[in-house]
C-alpha cells in the first residue's frame, strides 16, 4: 500500500500558475499509475489527468487539456500537475491516487476512480475572478 501525500495548493488569481506535487511513504510509486481528480464545490469528484508507470501514456480531462501537464520523477518517488492559464472554474479539492492497473490498459481505465486503491487527504485550490 501506498500513501500518497498532496502539496501545493493555494489562492491564485485567473490566468495565474500552481504546481501541486505528490509524494508517497511507504512504498515506490514507480509501479504505479497515478491519476489527479478534484471536487469542485458542489459537484462529484472528476478526473484530471493520469500518467503510467514511465511516462509514455498520459490523459487529460477535456477541461483541462492544453492548460494543465502531468508528469512524474520516479527517482524522486514524486508526481506533479502544473496547472496554467487556471480558471475559476478549476477551483476544488485536487486528490492525487495510485493504482496498481496494468499501464497497458485501456484509457477508461485510467479516467476511472474506482481503479484507483490509494488517495491521498487532497490539497486546495482556489481561483480567483
Known amino acids: 500500500q501506498v500513501q500518497p501525500v498532496e502539496s501545493g495548493g493555494g489562492l491564485v488569481q485567473a490566468g495565474g500558475s500552481l504546481r501541486l506535487s505528490c509524494a508517497a511513504s511507504?512504498?515506490?510509486?514507480?509501479?504505479?499509475?497515478m491519476g489527479w481528480f478534484r471536487q469542485g464545490p458542489g459537484k462529484e469528484r472528476e478526473f484530471v489527468a493520469a500518467i503510467s508507470w514511465s511516462g509514455s501514456r498520459l490523459y487529460y480531462s477535456d477541461s483541462v487539456k492544453g492548460r494543465f501537464t502531468i508528469s512524474r520523477d520516479n527517482a524522486g518517488n514524486t508526481v506533479y500537475l502544473q496547472m496554467n492559464s487556471l480558471k475559476p472554474e478549476d477551483t476544488a479539492v485536487y486528490f492525487c491516487?495510485?493504482?496498481?492497473?496494468?499501464?497497458?490498459?485501456?484509457?477508461?481505465?485510467?479516467?476511472?476512480?474506482?481503479?484507483?486503491?490509494?488517495w491521498g487527504q487532497g490539497t486546495q485550490v482556489t481561483v480567483s475572478s
Open positions: 491516487a495510485a493504482s496498481q492497473m496494468t499501464p497497458s490498459s485501456s484509457s477508461s481505465y485510467y479516467r476511472d476512480a474506482s481503479r484507483y486503491a490509494d
Open positions: 511507504g512504498r515506490t510509486l514507480r509501479t504505479y499509475v
